[in-house]
């Protein structure tokens, strides 16, 4: 069954992918997963899928493949913090892969049924720490694990992007790609993160 949820005024179904950068400037914990977002190409650090029904979601982190739940539409990073290992992020967007492809509805409704439905098969897996390794199945990391469930439905969700003058990093497969390679919607800003994003510009603020 496909499931609709909205999130942040962001309308999600079955199969979109939830896209995140790391950190939340206003606490401790969030200032360090910060600093881990930086190692990542752009400003997308962590993807999770949404599943359904309400606001459960999957995602490859800390401790492995696991699913959260999004409580009352809004993503609240600290309510959702035990669930995910301590994960403390902000909401980007949402994209979804499948948008523009001029799918039947049953075609749509067929092929999101599969993404979630291998994702959901590699719950309890342990974190992919080798991530030019994104064939396994035998564990995974965030946007591996898009990357590995839209394969089911042949959709290639890496587009190629590479770390410059590092060999073979083309073979990772970036959160950035996912959001920039296709169908997206931006979250609205606020004035938190609005904030945040000049600090990390200009320091002298």
């Given amino acids: 069954m496909i499931h609709t949820y909205q999130v942040e005024g962001l309308t999600l179904q079955t199969g979109d992918v939830i896209c995140t950068m790391n950190g939340k400037p206003d606490i401790l914990p969030g200032q360090f997963w910060w600093l881990v977002g930086k190692l990542v190409p752009g400003d997308v650090d962590h993807v999770a899928i949404y599943l359904g029904p309400d606001g459960r979601c999957i995602e490859a982190g800390a401790r492995g493949v696991i699913t959260f739940d999004v409580p ?25 892969p499948l948008d523009g492809l001029q799918l039947s509805e049953n075609d749509e409704h067929e092929m999101r049924i599969k993404v979630a439905s291998y994702a959901l098969t590699q719950v309890g897996k342990p974190y992919n720490l080798n991530f030019l390794n994104a064939e396994t199945e035998e564990s995974f990391y965030c946007s591996q694990l898009a990357y590995k469930a839209y394969k089911q439905v042949g959709i290639d969700l890496n587009t190629g992007l590479a770390m410059e003058q590092l060999p073979g990093t083309n073979e990772i497969i970036y959160p950035q790609e996912i959001w920039d390679g296709f169908s997206h919607r931006q979250a609205a800003k606020d004035d938190e993160q609005t904030v945040s994003e000049q600090l990390a510009t200009n320091p002298s603020l």
Wanted: aromatic share 16%; net charge negative.
């Fill in 72 to 96: 009352f539409e809004h993503w609240d990073t600290e309510r959702m913090a035990p669930q995910r290992g301590h994960l403390f992020d902000t909401l980007y967007g949402v994209s979804s």
